[in-house]
Every structure is written in structure tokens, then in C-alpha cells.
């Protein structure tokens, strides 16, 4: 089946900077790919769209100048979390939505965790 | 704003059981529905996917099933072992076309050997 990749796997980095976090599609082409949080025992939620050649679209409640993302090709989307703080330690997953015939399916990526002290 | 409930939210049988987990949405306009599980601290495997021209999927001792008019879904596990503990989360795309996903609030999953 399709892989979706992120790296790095796991971070921890100090209070005050940026992190960044890749998401990419191995083997099928994407337009649009999503980035989740989610925090201990909590379920998923979505932060983002990200859109290839576009502005990503932020859900409610996320602040687009904290969280960067890029969608610079078709198989590559990066997130980035600027001036991190401890409560933006969390697990961060991405997902690909495939850009061929079965375009109902997302792939979704094994996720970065990041701790910020 | 669609939400997605999960029920139970935890779980604790023994080996050998057969079980049925619930998941809920607000607003019944659901595309695809999707079910993954997820162990400790790891990332997601996706189960089963209904798309929006299916209703129902199998796979091995899986069953997901999804009623469109209430917006309601289940997955059944038949025959359950100690190896399918973990969160199961189901997750669904609105008809809006934008294909983001919605998850649920999650069941915790024990299964005693």
C-alpha cells in the first residue's frame, strides 16, 4: 500500500525554538495533505490543510503564524512549530490524500513526537 | 461543527470474545468513514475504510458497517485476542469534498488472555 513517511520521528528541543517536521508521500502524488495533534489520551485533531502551491487552510483555533506549513511539491508537505513552548509538546501526524484514481483514500504518516522543554 | 463519539470509551474482556464498538457523529452527512487502531505510543493503522458508495467492509475477523441516515458506524471483532488491545478510532470525511477527517473520541481496548 501507498507510505507516507514524516521525520523526524521524535524531537525534543528547548523552549523558544523552531521545529521542523517533513511529511512525505513515497510513492504517489498529493496535492492535499493534513496535519493532526494529538495529546496524551486524547484523540486526533485537525490543525490543518495543506495545499500544494496554496496557502494551507488552519482550522478554528490554530494560530498560522506559529504553525508554518509549506507545501512546496506534490510529495512533500513540512510543518513547522516556531518558538515552541511546553505546551506545544504533542504527537504530531500528517496524511496524504492520493492524487490518482482512488482519490478517497488518505495515507497517513507513523507521526513525530515532539517534547519541548 | 461535527462530532464524533465513541462507546465505550474503554473496554476490558476476555480472549475469545466477540465485540462491537460504536461510533457516532453529529451530523450524518458522512463521505468516508474510516477505522484505525493505535497502539502506545505509536502512530495509526488504518482497518477498514468504507467509501462513500459502500456501506460495509470486511476483512479477516473485522466487520465496519456504517448506517448513513443516523451516522452511525460499528466495527466488529470477532473472536477477539490479546494482540487486539490498543485505542481503536474511527474517523469520517464530511460531504463538503474536502476530505478532512473527523475522529472520534477513541476506545480503549483490553483484551485479557
Known amino acids: 500500500g501507498a507510505v507516507v513517511s514524516q521525520h523526524p520521528s521524535r ?7 523552531s521545529v521542523k517536521i517533513e511529511c512525505r508521500s513515497l510513492d504517489f502524488q498529493a496535492t492535499t495533505m ?13 490543525m490543518a490543510t495543506s495545499n500544494e502551491g496554496s496557502k494551507a487552510t488552519y482550522e478554528q483555533g490554530v494560530e498560522k503564524d506559529k504553525f508554518l506549513i509549506n507545501h512546496a511539491s506534490l510529495t512533500l508537505s513540512t510543518l513547522t512549530v516556531t518558538s515552541a513552548h511546553p505546551e506545544d509538546s504533542s504527537f504530531y501526524i500528517c ?20 517534547l519541548v522543554l | 461543527k461535527q462530532e464524533v463519539t465513541q462507546i465505550p ?11 462491537v464498538l460504536n461510533c457516532s457523529f453529529t451530523d450524518s452527512a458522512i463521505y468516508n468513514l474510516q477505522w484505525f487502531r493505535q497502539d ?3 502512530g495509526l493503522t488504518s482497518l477498514l475504510l468504507i467509501q462513500s458508495s459502500q456501506r460495509e467492509q470486511t476483512s479477516g475477523r473485522l466487520n465496519a458497517s456504517l448506517d448513513k441516515s443516523s451516522g452511525r458506524s460499528t466495527l466488529y471483532i470477532a473472536a477477539s485476542q490479546p494482540g487486539d488491545s490498543a485505542t481503536y478510532l474511527c474517523a469520517g470525511t464530511t460531504t ?10 477513541g476506545t ?3 483484551v485479557l488472555a
Open chain 2, 40 to 42: 502506545p505510543g505509536k
Open chain 1, 95 to 114: 496524511s496524504a490524500r492520493d492524487d490518482g484514481p482512488y482519490q478517497e483514500t488518505q495515507y497517513f504518516g507513523p507521526g513525530t513526537r515532539l
Open chain 1, 34 to 46: 493534513f496535519w493532526y495533534r494529538q495529546f496524551p489520551k486524547q484523540s486526533l485533531m485537525l
Open chain 2, 108 to 110: 480503549r481496548l483490553k
Open chain 2, 9 to 19: 470509551a474503554a473496554l476490558s474482556v476476555p480472549e475469545g470474545e466477540n465485540l
Open chain 2, 96 to 105: 463538503s469534498g474536502t476530505y478532512k477527517y473527523i475522529f472520534g473520541t
Open chain 1, 11 to 17: 524531537v525534543i528541543c528547548k523552549s523558544g525554538t
